[in-house]
């Protein structure tokens, strides 16, 4: 083999490993990012008195989009409890210009109490990367505000409620979930809040931001 032959195979071998080399680099992984996230503490109606459940949501973040993301977890280590959303079961939120996801109603079985203490949030996209990020939880275990009540008559809507803030949350024919309403005043005409045609029930949401805890009733229909 001449000397031109040999230049020219160690050219093309050079290139070769330079040419893997740049796939593997386009391939690499990329794990999602939770940049921020809570866990509030819900009380909802049951059959025999209010129930805690949580309300646990993340900033969701993935180069490849939040259509990326795949499932979403919720642990607490010390009591071996773990809660699992998929892309299909989670409620999404955009808020200037960040991706919310999580849920409303995550609860212990048979309604008992959620234990107090430290919880991860693990979050892995379709590739399989995952990452993580770790929540303290530390509510008081009784109610700073008695439950409050929601009801819908003849077109009005009304609130009684000591909860600082409230909103109204609108659910389709099928119970899903479609919208979040503020309200300011405790009582109206439900035709006033400009809800789309797909809205059929209503729920109050009540809000203690100070101590991060909320109610939500049972939903009330409204066509």
């Not at 025999?48 to 490849?64: L, N, W």
């Not at 809205?199 to 939903?219: C, G, K, M, N």
């Amino acid at each position: 083999m001449g000397k031109k032959e040999k230049k020219l195979e160690s050219f093309l071998g050079k290139r070769k490993i330079f040419l893997i080399l740049a796939v593997l680099c386009s391939c690499s992984k990329t794990e999602p990012r939770i940049p921020y996230g809570f866990i509030q503490l819900v009380y909802s109606q049951g059959q025999t008195g209010p129930e805690e459940r949580f309300s646990f949501f993340v900033i969701a973040e993935d180069d490849d989009g939040i259509e990326n993301l795949n499932e979403l977890y919720l642990y607490h280590d010390w009591e071996g409890l773990r809660w699992k959303l998929s892309a299909e079961d989670w409620v999404t939120v955009p808020e200037e210009g960040k991706t919310w996801i999580g849920s409303r109603s995550i609860a212990m079985p048979g309604g008992a109490p959620l234990p107090r203490g430290q919880y991860r949030a693990v979050l892995v996209n379709k590739g399989g990367d995952q990452t993580e990020r770790t929540f303290s939880f530390d509510i008081p275990e009784e109610p700073r505000y008695p439950f409050p009540v929601f009801s819908v008559r003849e077109g009005r809507y009304t609130i009684e409620s000591q909860y600082p803030k409230h909103s109204l949350l609108g659910y389709d024919e099928s119970g899903n979930y479609l919208q979040t309403i503020p309200v300011e005043v405790p009582q109206g005409e439900v035709a006033g809040l400009g809800l789309p045609a797909q809205v059929r029930s209503l729920a109050l949401w009540a809000e203690d931001p100070e101590y991060q805890t909320s109610a939500l009733t049972t939903i009330s229909p409204i066509r």
